[in-house]
């Protein structure tokens, strides 16, 4: 992490700022203590990720208030510090009786349920974990860490679930107590945190708040030799690499990774035999081929075999995340690929599954889907339709033997988790990036306004899941598409068009209105609508493109006979 002083950072930030990126939320930090600084140096981190916001601080002390005037579209922080819960309770508490303490955990659950009941359907709420850091330190709890422990158990069962606990003690053993605190300046001014910690707790939760903006790690790719082992293939042989306990508790994270639907690469100079033999033979090894979507082992440089994993994946560099132990390979991914995020394997090995424990976190997503643990797979059956694709005249010929099938399903409950994580992670084939947490889906598929039409893919090959979205808000005899979107693993079958064929049928409308947002990564569809034969209405470049169809003028695509197609409806 970039070790600026506070006024470089707002120095950095106002230079960026001054670029114009438009806000991709609205932050807002609610607190009982100061805590102004939390938002420029997150605002800085935020911007430095490609992840621009609007920061909005409430008045101090002002919780409870604040937080009844929140749009539903902005994502809300809170620091709710114990010790100024009353002016003094740092203390106070010390001496106070059993009924004293009750009275004043009542009193702190009752105004936290109102803020409950006023955010429980934002975006998502960032809440702090309660603590008793720095005022009580002692090898027994007292009556301050016995409060806080109550609390935060209270608040765990208790809370919406749009509400995230962010866990303090973690980031305070990190950057350690004397550098996360400052209490002469909490004595005189309320301001209880440091410069140091700010940044730390912004480094730990920029993934978090990159989730809701699309923001999304996808690609793990890791180098072999001193990176999976100790030691050099090529020279040590196959049978003499060291795997020692440091290296597993490594492979351990990443095949967690793999379970979560990360997609896991190797890129290594070696044999491709050698590397596949100890993959498949060394009892050792956790991190099996079966964890592997892609290898590139061979003799090539790392910035060209990352680039020719990102054609064969079709994602954007900015999701990949690379590891190697060369500083020379480092060096060289971050001079020619800056959208890569790089790590070098630390020297000291027992450093090392610190370090990959924070690249785990940068994979973090919200909602787990059912289709999470067969992404290796799915991708894997892709390289396979590529390869048979080679043997074809024709993209039209190939398509027809593939037996494709494609399922619609409108507004099925049990689908939610899958549709909010599509609205989240999808960023190439998506007209307008809206994001949706699960609440978010399950409060729009409850009301009236809203259909959610979801697409499946089969072919010869296997199932691809659910892959494909519509949102369609309801207007009268108009329908406006919300949200239209399909995964980079089904883009080239031509089931988009179809896809877009039966909502125009399953509509019943006489106009559809539509529009398209263009941000720096779907600009491959930024002529969807206008080949579809939507109408223009009005643009502008920065803000995008308003279109109209009266469906009566709609040109199906009857000459893509070859996909099968089965509609399910819950309403």
């Known amino acids: 992490m970039e070790q600026l002083k506070y006024f470089q950072i707002i120095q950095e930030l106002n230079k960026m700022k001054a670029e114009g990126d438009k806000p991709l939320l609205t932050i807002r930090i609610l607190s009982n ?7 420029e140096i997150l605002d800085f981190y935020l911007r430095k990720s490609n992840i621009p916001c609007n920061f ?22 809170i620091f709710w510090e ?18 004293q303490r009750l009275a004043y955990q009542e009193k702190l659950k009752n105004e936290l349920s109102i803020v409950f009941s006023s955010l429980k359907n934002q975006k998502k709420v960032f809440i702090n974990s309660f603590h008793a850091r720095p005022f009580e330190n002692g090898i027994m709890p007292g009556p301050y860490s016995l409060f806080v422990d109550e609390m935060n158990n209270w608040l765990s069962i208790t809370a919406p679930d749009n509400f995230i606990k962010i866990e303090l003690d973690g980031i305070f053993a990190l950057s350690g107590l004397e550098r996360s605190f400052d209490l002469r300046n909490f004595f005189s001014s309320k301001a209880l945190y440091t410069i140091d910690f700010f940044r730390l707790y912004s480094t730990r939760i920029i993934p978090l708040i990159g989730a809701l903006t699309g923001n999304v790690k996808k690609v793990l790719i890791l180098d072999c030799d001193n990176t999976l082992w100790g030691g050099i293939i090529g ?25 979560k639907g990360v997609l896991v690469c190797l890129c290594s100079k070696n044999n491709p035999d050698d590397v596949q033999e100890v993959l498949e033979s060394n009892g050792h090894m956790i991190l099996k081929d079966q964890h592997i979507v892609l290898k590139k082992i061979n003799w090539d440089d790392k910035v060209t075999n990352i680039l020719s994993i990102a054609d064969e994946l079709n994602l954007g560099l900015s999701s990949f995340i690379f590891l190697d132990d060369s500083s020379f390979e480092i060096n060289l991914v971050k001079q020619n690929l800056p959208q890569v995020s790089a790590y070098q ?25 059912a289709d999470d643990g067969l992404k290796t797979e799915q991708y894997r059956i892709q390289a396979q339709r590529n390869e048979a694709m080679k ?50 889906i399950e409060f729009m598929m409850n009301s009236d306004t809203f259909d959610f039409y979801t697409l499946s893919v089969k072919d010869r090959f296997g199932d691809s899941g659910i892959t494909g979205l519509a949102i369609i808000e309801k207007k009268d005899n108009a329908a406006i598409i919300d949200t239209l979107l399909l995964s980079c693993r089904v883009l080239g079958r031509n089931v988009e068009w179809v896809f877009m064929d039966e ?45 109209s169809l009266n469906v009566a003028d709609y040109k199906y695509h009857t000459h893509i006979d070859y996909i099968k197609v089965d509609i399910w409806k819950n309403n």
């Not at 909005?56 to 922080?77: F, M």
């Not at 494609?406 to 307008?432: G, V």
């Not at 947002?517 to 643009?539: A, C, E, M, W």
């Open 33 to 39: 203590i100061i805590v102004n600084q939390l938002a």
């Open 391 to 440: 043997s074809f005249h024709s993209v039209e010929d190939y398509l027809r033997t593939l037996g494709l099938h494609i399922i619609i399903a409108k507004n099925k409950p049990e689908q939610i988790s899958r549709i909010a994580q599509l609205t989240q992670k999808t960023n190439q084939f998506n007209l307008t990036t809206k994001r949706y947490s699960e609440q978010d």
């Open 345 to 369: 394997v630390p020297e000291k090995i027992t450093e090392y599954p610190a370090l990959m424990e924070e690249i785990a976190a940068q994979f973090f997503h919200f909602d787990n889907s």
């Open 82 to 99: 114990v010790a100024n819960i009353t002016d003094g309770f740092h203390y106070l508490i010390k001496n106070l009786g059993a009924e």
């Open 503 to 547: 909502i125009i049928r399953l509509l019943n409308k006489k106009q559809v209105n539509a529009q398209f947002i263009p941000t720096h990564k779907n600009i491959q569809v930024s002529n969807f609508y206008d080949q579809l034969g939507f109408i223009r209405i009005n643009s502008a470049e920065d803000v995008g493109v308003n279109y």
């Open 235 to 259: 020279e040590d042989g196959t049978d003499k690499i060291s795997i020692s306990t440091p290296y597993k508790m490594v492979q351990s994270i990443v095949v967690q990774l793999y379970k």
């Open 56 to 77: 909005v601080i409430g008045n101090y002390d002002n919780i409870i208030q604040d937080a009844e005037t929140l749009s539903r579209e902005e994502v809300v922080i």
